[in-house]
């Protein structure tokens, strides 16, 4: 009876744990294919007192579950052993093995990463061993993950600015992620510099409000962005451009006048009207309009719209003339808009440009 006893005992003792050998790392890990992944680990193991003052470090090494210890390891920091070839430049341990951190760095993660890993740890003659009570399990998914596009906000009209698109989790330097870009901003640039990460553009005024895409391609599977481009314009280039024939405008005196200015710009500005070098005493609002009710001979002059941001100012002017009542010659009609624009590109308007909308009514 007591051989029967005896037996189960001393087979629950050939089970446990070498004393004084622990690990200390995640049972299962998950990245997406091309990125990258920090497995944290530390272990511990007997060293006999005898051997405290010895200076040669421990060699570490990460294989494949299966693999013998005659195998190439996945990692090492034994520089006289061969690592495989498919995880070469690519799992790398953490130099901090005195402080026995036994840390894996993986980057651009392939689908074939995937499966079941274990540590050994070899110093001298005396620790040989293998820590196959505590597997790391990685398990490589399919990219999901959408860039971000850096850049300095707001971009400004004119002036280079630079971008940068990345996926967050990848690795700096990594080959195994491509980028491309497209959007009205970048048609007109050299196609080859657009296979890049980084970008480097001069936003227009047109490009305020539209679309700019970083696409991210590995192998079959592509993930993007979209931003809208917030391009702020500041309206100094170039002088007013009238698109009437004439900068004079003639008015019958008692006639009510109202002349509106709008800009469109980013940052918005703030508007201002003046006669000469001083401002006119009218009631002037958020919308620009000044209104002259009725008219009178001291109205004559140069009147000139002021436009002002953060960025920059610019104005646009006219000259009225108003006749007696006595006299008649050539007037605007009723409700005629004269438009003052700055800038004009290939066709389109600049953001920041003016017009006067002038309005007449009967005495």
Partial sequence: MLALLLLPLLWAGSLQVNPGYELKVAESVTVQEGLCILVHCHF???????????????????????????????ATNNQNREVKTETRDRFHLVQDIRNNNCSLHITDARKGDSGHYVF??????????????????LRVTALTEKPVIHFLE?????????LRCSVPGSCQGSTS????????????????????????L??????????????????????????????????????PKMLQNTSLLTIQ???????????????????????????????????GILKLSPSRIEDEGKITCHAQNALGNQ????????????????????????????????????????????TLFPA
């Fill in 315 to 358: 104005t646009v002017s006219l000259n009225l003339s108003v006749l007696c009542e006595s006299i008649t010659g050539p007037q605007f009609p009723i409700g005629c808009w004269i438009f003052f624009v700055l800038n004009l590109l290939e066709g389109f308007i600049y953001l920041c440009y003016f017009f006067l909308e002038i």
């Fill in 44 to 74: 511990s193991y007997p060293w006999p007192r005898r051997n405290y003052y010895t200076s040669s470090p421990p060699y570490i090494y990460w294989f494949l579950d299966g693999d013998t210890i005659y195998d190439e390891p996945v």
């Fill in 253 to 287: 005196e008692g006639h009510a006048l109202q002349l509106q200015c709008v800009v469109d710009s980013n940052p918005p500005a703030k508007l201002s009207w003046f006669r000469g070098s001083s401002t006119l005493n009218s009631s002037i609002s958020n919308s």
């Fill in 154 to 162: 707001p971009l400004q009209s004119g002036r280079l600015s630079q």
């Fill in 177 to 200: 992620l491509t980028f491309s870009w497209r959007g009205n901003v970048i048609k007109m640039m050299d196609p080859s510099t657009l296979q890049t990460s980084e970008l480097s």
């Fill in 202 to 239: 001069s936003p227009r005024p047109q490009d305020h409000n539209t679309s700019l895409t970083c696409q991210v391609n590995l192998h079959d599977v592509t993930t993007e962005r979209t931003i809208w481009l917030n391009v702020s314009c500041e309206c100094r280039r170039g002088g």
């Fill in 120 to 137: 050994r740890v070899e110093r001298g003659s005396d620790v040989k061993y293998t820590y196959r009570d505590k597997k790391l399990t």
